[in-house]
């Protein structure tokens, strides 16, 4: 069964950092491509961030780029999301989110149950 | 960016009936070299992540019940819930993975009248 948990989320000042994590199992990890989508309480979803298999290519919405940085560890089976300079605007849940296989031209396939971020003074 | 629209916000619908809900992207999502339309349906219940309902605009996903289905081409999309369950009140959203950034539709709430 392929499970996501994320963890990390919490409050934290304007200003702050937070490191979010995703731990994976049920699947290979090393061979999927994996987004971070974040949902503000009682809005819509918003992609953040994608990484490839081998995190050579990262991507961004611009609402985040050179505050938030994506990685992972293939070995250790966990995606990451490092939050810098968070703005109030940045209150949401972070889902991790799976692509389809690669190269199948699936979408998202597997959501975890999301963490909670509130950035506020 | 795409921009997907969906209509509408809110839908009430008795027990039995149909929805239909629409999405409309800003730009074609069908690409050229395999024919398929990137554009897929999530439900999203209180509480839980979305869950894949419908992706290439009208595969349904494994486990997913034939009441549901979808539709369109290019730009133009539509989801089908052809006889609606108690279990199918949540909000229902639509997503482009043809470019990035991945863009969702606003989601429309499906409710029971």
């Known amino acids: 069964e392929v499970q996501l948990v994320e963890s990390g989320g919490g409050l934290v000042q304007p200003g702050g950092s937070l490191r979010l994590s995703c731990a994976a199992s049920g699947f290979t990890f090393s061979t999927y491509n994996m987004n971070w989508v974040r949902q503000a309480p009682g809005k819509g979803l918003e992609w953040v961030s994608y990484?490839?298999?081998?995190?050579?290519?990262?991507y961004y919405a611009d609402s985040v780029k050179g505050r938030f940085t994506i990685f992972r560890d293939n070995a250790k089976n966990s995606l990451y999301l490092q939050m810098n300079s968070l703005r109030a605007e940045d209150t949401a849940v972070y889902y991790c989110?799976?692509?389809?296989?690669?190269?199948?031209?699936?979408?998202?396939?597997?959501w975890g149950q999301g963490t909670l971020v509130t950035v506020s003074s | 960016d795409i921009v997907m629209t969906q209509s509408p916000d809110s839908l009430a619908v008795s027990l039995g009936e149909r929805a239909t809900i629409n999405c409309k992207s800003s730009?074609?999502?069908?690409?050229?070299?395999?024919?398929?339309?990137?554009l897929a349906w999530y439900q999203q219940k209180p509480g839980q992540p979305p869950k894949l309902l419908i992706y290439w605009a009208s595969a349904r996903e494994s486990g997913v019940p034939d009441r549901f289905s979808g539709s369109g081409s290019g730009t133009d999309f539509t989801l089908t819930i052809s006889s609606l369950q108690a279990e199918d009140v949540a909000v229902y959203y639509c997503q482009q993975y043809y470019s990035t950034p991945l863009t969702f539709g606003g989601g429309t709430k499906v409710e029971l009248k």
């Open positions: 989110a799976r692509d389809g296989a690669g190269g199948s031209g699936r979408p998202i396939d597997y």
């Open positions: 730009q074609s999502v069908l690409y050229s070299s395999n024919n398929k339309n990137y």
């Open positions: 990484i490839s298999t081998t995190s050579r290519t990262l």
